[in-house]
């Protein structure tokens, strides 16, 4: 989708949305994940007879993120899920509205583990796949930003990781069209320790905030921490503004050079002074997969 083809679907009037009497719809097995806006359940499907992963976002919280775009005509979560078609991002299969008035996701639903248990662990998986994690991860990420939208939320906890270690983009509560309107100064959502510093200081954003959180959930890839003394809250990102990030050596002696300064460098404070393209970054993750494999052989 380009642009005029974006700018021309964010001014169409909505369709209708039918109701959806969940419980009757489908039975839910077990929770499988709470964000902070939504629910999400292991459930099997009685009308497809699959195994799907059904999300409900809160109405409240939903209402009030809908809020902050007023006059904009946001697109909803399940409207740009739907548009997603990448290996590397949860198929969504269907969205509506439930009997109370909630929005629902319909998504396929994956075998395997958060990224978040992998970096926590650190286990075999993630010590012989943590490269291609990173690639598909951006791989993801460049399929969104080609289809012009800006992920405003990319860190662990939004990311799963298949059995078969196939990498998942599975979260787009805070996904907004990446134009004038959304890149505007003042609107500040995402998570705090992934947060862009011109994101933090209420400047105009675009989509080098998510080249920064990316190069922040790599670091964490290798590292198990934070490039910054992490915190949960907005306040405590904000006192890492003037500190330089820590370098990835320091943590890990044996990174590869050439891994160490892709992340680095997506690490820049001045968004003028990252790289300006995911796909500048996968170029130097490939090459450097390329080589390392040779090496091993």
Same mark, same amino acid.
């Given at each position: ?27 839910? %097995? ?11 359940? @292991? ?47 949860? @198929? ?17 639903? %994956?075998?395997?583990?958060?990224? !978040? ?71 500040? !959502?995402? !998570? ?69 300064? !892709? %992340? ?12 300006? @393209? ?20």
């Amino acid at each position: 989708m380009n642009f005029l083809e974006q700018l021309k679907q964010l001014f169409q009037p909505k369709p209708k949305v039918n109701k959806v009497d969940i419980p009757k719809r489908f039975d839910l %097995i077990g929770r499988v994940g709470q964000g902070s806006m939504s629910k999400v359940w @292991r459930a099997r499907d009685t009308k497809s007879g699959k195994m799907v992963a059904l999300k409900v976002l809160d109405l409240i919280k939903t209402k009030e993120l809908e809020a902050r775009f007023v006059g904009r005509n946001k697109p909803s979560e399940g409207e740009i899920a739907m548009q997603l078609r990448h290996p590397n991002v949860v @198929r969504t299969l269907e969205h509506g509205i439930t009997f109370e008035g909630e929005q629902f996701l319909v998504m396929e639903y %994956i075998e395997g583990v958060s990224l !978040t248990y992998l970096i926590e662990t650190q286990n075999e998986q993630m010590q012989k796949f943590r490269l291609n994690f990173i690639i598909q991860l951006g791989e993801a990420l460049e399929y969104f930003h080609l289809k012009n939208w800006i992920h405003r939320d990319l860190c662990p906890r939004n990311i799963m990781v298949s059995t078969d270690n196939q990498v998942k983009l599975i979260d787009f509560g805070l996904v907004v069209p990446n134009t004038a309107a959304f890149q505007a100064p003042g609107n500040r !959502t995402g !998570t705090a320790n992934y947060m862009a510093p011109e994101l933090i200081k209420r400047l105009k954003t675009d989509q080098r905030i998510d080249v920064f959180s990316y190069s922040i959930t790599c670091y964490e890839m290798y590292t198990k921490r934070h490039p910054w003394e992490a915190g949960k809250t907005l306040e405590m990102a904000q006192q890492r503004l003037n500190l330089p990030p820590t370098d990835i050596r320091e943590f890990v002696k044996r990174i590869d050079d050439q891994v160490a300064d !892709t %992340i680095m460098k997506g690490l820049e404070a001045r968004p003028g002074d990252r790289w300006q @393209r995911i796909a500048d970054m996968l170029k130097e993750f490939r090459e450097a997969e390329t080589r390392l494999e040779a090496k091993q052989k």
